[in-house]
Structures are given as C-alpha cells and as structure tokens.
C-alpha cells in the first residue's frame, strides 16, 4: 500500500499548493500523523484500516467549500484511488469519510440522516476528525486562524463586535463578518467537546486551555488600551 499512499500525497501537494498556510501541505501531514496515532490507540488497535486512514487524513481537505470556485475541476478522490489502483469497495470509503468530514457538515447532521449509525460507527471516520480538529485547536490553531484571516482580509478583531454563538449549518455557512478572536468563541472553543476518540478528547483539553489562555491575553491588552 506504500505506493497508493505516496502517490495520493503528491496529487494532495499539488493540489493543496494553491491555498494558503492554513491548509497547506504541512497540515495534512500533521493530520495523517495525529490519524494514526489516535487510530494506534488501545481502543481502536486492531479494529480500523490503517491504510484507509491514511489516504482519508491526506485527501481531507479535497473540495472544501472554503475554497472550491469550480466543483466541476476538483480532484475525485474515489476515481483517483481506483484509477490507481486501489481497491474499488476501500476508495468508495475513503471518499465517504473525506465527504464527512468538517465542522459545518457536522452542524447539518441528524439522527435521522441515512448515514447517522454509521458516523457513530465509523472507527477510521473518528480518528481523521478528531485529527482534523486537533490541528484546529491549541498553538497551531491560533497560527492556522490567523493564517486564514490574513489571507482572506478578516479583521482580527472588532472589540464591538460580538460572536454569534450557537449558528445553524447556513447562519455558519453564510457568515460574512466574522472576525479572528469571534472564531474563537463560534467554533475553536466548541471543538474538544465534539471529539470521539479517548486519546483525542485528552489531546483537545490541553489544546483548549492554551486557547482559552490566548484569548484571555488579548482580553487583558485590550483593556489596557481603553
């Protein structure tokens, strides 16, 4: 499997090239590292994929809406792995697991939904999520947060401006003036209490504390400024 797995990571290089800092290659690298050790766990050994994981955890930024203008030029995931060989029934759930993941698909999910028991099910699912929110959270997700505002001209803060708490799927989506330290509160704080693997819930307190301690800084400048 060492082959599909580094040709899936040059396709994932040159395609994640044209973003900025915050999703660049060295994210998901992070990820596919932080998949695999969250998978590696006792709770998990044994039971998962690893080879899905990995390809899942590389591709999981393929086609975020953050940044697709033309859906019908992205990258397939599943007909690349096919194409390249991977097995048919694998890359159908590799491609389902990158199509999960993301906090403003998880603001749309219900226990209705079709695919709800096997989200809860899905053990290589919860190690690239978690993955994936870890890198969102703790020193590198206030470097990422900063990344992505200076890319996208987002203030970095507005003191006047509140945070929109507890958004639905499309007032998230939808939202057009957020700010960096706003982020914090509408989304990076609410991370570590949606994790679901055990060693990724310990991982996220730490993260969330640092966080937490990095606003609570700009909170005191602040006040001295007024």
Known sequence: MTDIIEITRSMVAIYMSRFDPSHDINHVDRVCRLALRLAEQDALKDKVDLTVIKLAALCHDIGDRKYVTSPEKEEHVEQFLIKNGYDTEKSALVKKIVDNIGYSKELGWSKDDP????RDSCLELHAVQDADKLDAIGAFGVMRCAAYSGAKNIALHIPELDPVLHMTQKEYT???NGTAVNHFHEKLFRLSSMMRTPVGKEMA????????TFIAQIEDEEKAIY
């Open 205 to 212: 307190k730490k993260r969330d504390q640092f966080m937490h």
């Open 115 to 118: 695919d709800a028991t096997w």
């Open 174 to 176: 939808n939202q057009k």
